[in-house]
């Protein structure tokens, strides 16, 4: 299995991402877009994020060094704003997608794309 199709196809090509990464819970980065660097502490912190929910709404979340305001946090879903760009991040049983968009998108139009692949990962028991 080709994380970065997953990426590539399912994400960018959507027209509704412009940045993703699907990272695993257990570390590393699977598959990104190109030049979406998560720090290695970026990608603890969100691991970390989904754990305890109200304390990541209060604090945000940094995504490649850009600082998101959180608007909602649940154990399995994160949406975050940044001006007029934000970001969805969705974690599945192994895995968790971290994705960013760009003004004009907006969370409506973003959202059920990723969800959706994170759905689709969860039925395949990743």
């Avoid at 994400?11 to 980065?29: T, W």
Wanted: glycine share 8%; with cysteine; aromatic share 8%.
């Amino acid at each position: 299995m080709s994380w970065q199709v997953y990426v590539d196809s399912n994400l960018l090509g959507s027209g509704k991402v412009s940045k993703a990464a699907i990272i695993g819970q257990a570390g590393g980065v699977w598959a990104a877009s190109s030049g979406y660097n998560l720090s290695p502490a970026e990608q603890k912190a969100i691991v970390n994020a989904f754990k305890n929910p109200t304390e990541t709404q209060a604090h945000g979340l940094r995504l490649a060094g850009r600082k998101f305001f959180v608007l909602s946090a649940t154990e399995d879903q994160i949406l975050g704003k940044q001006g007029a760009d934000g970001c969805t991040i969705v974690k599945t049983k192994q895995a968790v997608l971290v994705t960013e968009y760009a003004a004009p998108i907006q969370h409506p139009e973003s959202v059920p794309i990723v969800v959706d692949l994170a759905e689709y990962l969860k039925s395949v028991k990743y």
